[in-house]
Nanobody
Framework: QVQLVESGGGLVQAGGSLRLSCEVSGSGSGLDGIGWYRQVPGRSRELVARWSILGDPIFVEDVRGRFAIFKDNTKNSVDLQMDNLKPEDTALYLC?????????WGRGTQVTVSS
């Protein structure tokens, strides 16, 4: 069973940066196809960063040019670098497979961006 543990969130001013980490462990804990979602109360969970079939990163329009996604094989993690943060980026960020059958969700990491 795969476990997902997100970390790195916090409170940051608009224009600031954060780097989130999704550590993946357990059987079958490869990093391929692990993307990042965000959840705002009252709204559907949104997949903000995922991978193409060729392994290229794909981002939703709202974050394109500001977010980047990396695989860190030394930590067995998928990191989300978030720059030029905006108040509308405030959300609970979670990682999981970006397609197919999802793993059990981790607790996520809260990102709050003040204006």
């Amino acid at each position: 069973q795969v476990q997902l543990v997100e970390s790195g969130g916090g409170l940051v001013q608009a224009g600031g940066s954060l780097r989130l980490s999704c550590e993946v462990s357990g059987s079958g804990s490869g990093l391929d196809g692990i993307g990042w979602y965000r959840q705002v109360p009252g709204r559907s969970r949104e997949l903000v960063a995922r991978w193409s079939i060729l392994g290229d990163p794909i981002f939703v329009e709202d974050v394109r040019g500001r977010f980047a996604i990396f695989k860190d094989n030394t930590k067995n993690s998928v990191d989300l670098q978030m720059d030029n943060l905006k108040p509308e980026d405030t959300a609970l960020y979670l990682c999981n497979r970006d397609s197919g059958v999802l793993f059990s969700w981790g607790r996520g990491t809260q990102v709050t961006v003040s204006s």
